[in-house]
């Protein structure tokens, strides 16, 4: 989420068509955004697409880039708080711009058609309604747009280990010392002027605005010089000739900087290490990169080019206590630069970025062929209210499933995720990540249902799966009519003259161990009641085991509760058979569309 007191540059959304397993799909950014999913599914093609659109030409794309060959392939995006780099574009420039932003807001399309041709960055021209190109418009959009830096999974050491302004870590590199440029110019400038002396014939203003030759050349070079003259002039007598020796500008010097590692022995470059190092070398890069924009920030320093930093699984070969200060870098980078990254990993998910999370998931479209598609996330509101829940949702055996999967069933307790996913993979005869399917713990029946709304918040298609003592514990934030009150003052009415009732602090509740007796009571007495509340509880996703708890299902007694990794192990062997079978398949089958 940005702050408001940024201004970045940034991709808020993009419409991909007919790009690599991408039939059609929308996507929507944030400075700092997570693409999560499993392999295979496409959120490369979805940075791939980022980068194209800004710096694609011909030569990027094949055949093989096409979903579909006889279609072309089309990049839009919208391009937010433009207006505030506009400074970056020359003023003969800047004019076709900037009558094509609203509200800081510039959109842009890249087309290519079947052949493989890229055309031009088009903009969205206001008063026409359309896409289109003006003359000299390409200049001013790569003065002004955001430059590409993208780190790969894959790449070829020796090339991206090399200072080349083109390659990754060379950009890497050129950012990190693009904020000393200023600072050294000076001093460069006063080297040149002597090493210009002793190399070439300098060129003086002298008092009266004449211009005057000084010749303090080395005399090696003077000699060189000579004799060169003399072997010319045989040949044509009225030709002169001289040496000229051009020095680098300072821009040029960084760019061709490059990086060497010493751990004993000799100075070495990188691409002589392995991968492990060299992505350790990423994010000391990063993390320099990231001070050095907070410092810049703090020092009001001058508008410089933002850049776009895509990074491809950035958790590989790096040590899991290492994946949080790459996380808090990449966020940090995010302050003043857009980061888009595709991983793996729910390390690289914080607290402030799960709102933002892309969930990315791969279909197959009506051809057979598989298709890259997202789901699709909603306003986040209940992120920002508790972040306690949200802390406990990124905790790691709960992150590691819900954000891979389709489905979500939030139930009560480790125990329960045991004894569900037995059941449900015995029933399915697959395992749940084939089914799409997570079964994740809330540790309380009072958190389930923030936890379930969360996930729905983020795309996801979940359900709150508790046990019966939610009827009398909690369905009250779902059931408000006066049905669900008279429902109440009968069953404490049946449950207190079976002594299993206690009351502490004016609040009512079923003593322990009770629990079972207390469901019996409802099954006798309450069953139309408790048809319709039940009703209105799964119109709110939320399932209640009408029998008692799960370990009701699976034959575990008051006294033999803790035994449910045996109990679980049971079931998937068959030799305990599920009670109340069919009523806790529904749970799946119409909760969650399951096929089973």
Not at 111 to 130: I, M, Q, R, W
Not at 275 to 303: I, W
Not at 497 to 508: D, M, P, S
């Amino acid at each position: 989420m940005q702050d408001s007191g940024t201004k970045v540059m940034y991709i808020s959304e993009m419409s991909v068509k007919n790009f690599k397993s991408i039939e059609k799909e929308e996507f929507s950014f944030e400075p700092f955004s997570v693409l999560i999913g499993k392999n295979n599914v496409g959120k490369s093609n979805v940075l791939c697409a980022l980068r194209l659109l800004l710096e694609g030409t011909s030569k990027d794309f094949s055949q093989e880039d096409f979903y579909a060959t006889d279609t072309s392939i089309e990049f839009e995006a919208k391009i937010e708080n433009v207006d505030h780099f506009l400074d970056l574009s020359s003023k003969a420039h800047r004019a076709k711009i900037e009558s094509d932003i609203k509200d800081g807001r510039l959109r842009v399309r890249r087309k290519v058609d079947p052949t493989g041709s890229a055309g031009k960055l088009e903009v969205f021209d206001l008063n026409e309604g359309a896409y289109g190109l003006k003359t000299g418009i390409d200049a001013a959009l790569k003065q002004l747009l955001p430059q590409v830096i993208f780190i790969e999974a894959f790449q070829d050491p020796s090339a991206e280990a090399q200072g080349k302004s083109s390659a990754t870590l060379g950009k890497l590199i050129k950012q990190v010392l693009a904020r000393v440029q200023e600072e050294v110019s000076k001093e460069l400038a006063e080297a040149y002027e002597q090493a210009n002396h002793l190399l070439n014939v300098a060129e003086i203003i002298t008092d009266n605005g004449k211009t005057k030759q000084v010749d303090q050349r080395a005399q090696g070079i003077k000699d060189i010089e000579r004799r060169i003259r003399a072997n010319l002039q045989r040949v044509f007598g009225d030709v002169d000739v001289r040496i000229k020796i051009d020095f680098p500008e300072v821009s040029g010097l960084m760019a061709s900087s490059r990086l060497e590692l010493f751990d004993g022995g000799t100075w070495t470059p990188t691409e002589g290490k392995g991968e492990g190092v060299q992505r350790a070398l990423y994010v000391a890069l990063l993390r320099s990169l990231a001070e050095q924009l907070r410092e810049d920030q703090k020092s009001e320093s001058g508008l410089k080019r933002p850049f776009l930093l895509l990074i491809e699984e950035p958790e590989i070969f790096l040590h899991p206590t290492v994946l949080g200060t790459m996380r808090d870098a990449l966020e940090d980078i995010s302050k003043s630069n857009q980061v888009a990254l595709a991983t793996h990993s729910p390390s690289m998910v914080s607290r402030q970025t799960l709102p933002d999370v892309i969930l990315v998931r791969k279909s197959s479209a009506k051809t057979g062929k598989a298709k890259t598609t997202k789901l699709t996330a909603h306003s986040g509101d209940l992120f920002k209210t508790n972040e306690r829940r949200v802390r406990d949702l990124l905790q790691y055996q709960r992150s590691s499933k819900f954000l891979f999967a389709d489905k979500v069933a939030v139930v009560e307790g480790p125990s329960d995720v045991i004894l569900y996913e037995a059941i449900v993979e015995k029933w399915a005869e697959k395992s749940l990540d084939s089914l799409g399917l997570a079964i994740i713990d809330s540790e309380s029946k009072d958190v389930s249902l923030d936890c379930t709304r969360m996930l729905e918040d983020l795309g996801l298609e979940a359900i709150c799966v508790t046990d019966v003592d939610f009827l009398w514990r909690g369905a009250g934030v779902v059931c408000k009519g006066g049905e669900y009150s008279k429902f109440l003052e009968g069953f404490w009415e049946k449950a207190g003259a079976e002594g299993i009732v206690e009351t502490n602090a004016g609040q009512k509740s079923i003593k322990r161990g009770k629990k079972r007796r207390a469901a019996e009571i409802i099954d006798q007495d309450f069953q139309e009641e408790r048809e319709i509340i039940l009703k209105e509880l799964k119109n709110s996703r939320i399932w209640v085991l009408p029998h008692g708890e799960i370990e009701d299902y699976v034959g575990l007694s008051a006294s033999s509760k803790g035994k449910y990794v045996e109990a679980a192990r049971r079931v998937r062997s068959g030799e305990q058979s599920i009670l109340h079978e069919e009523t806790l398949k529904t749970i799946f089958t119409e909760g969650l569309g399951l096929l089973m």
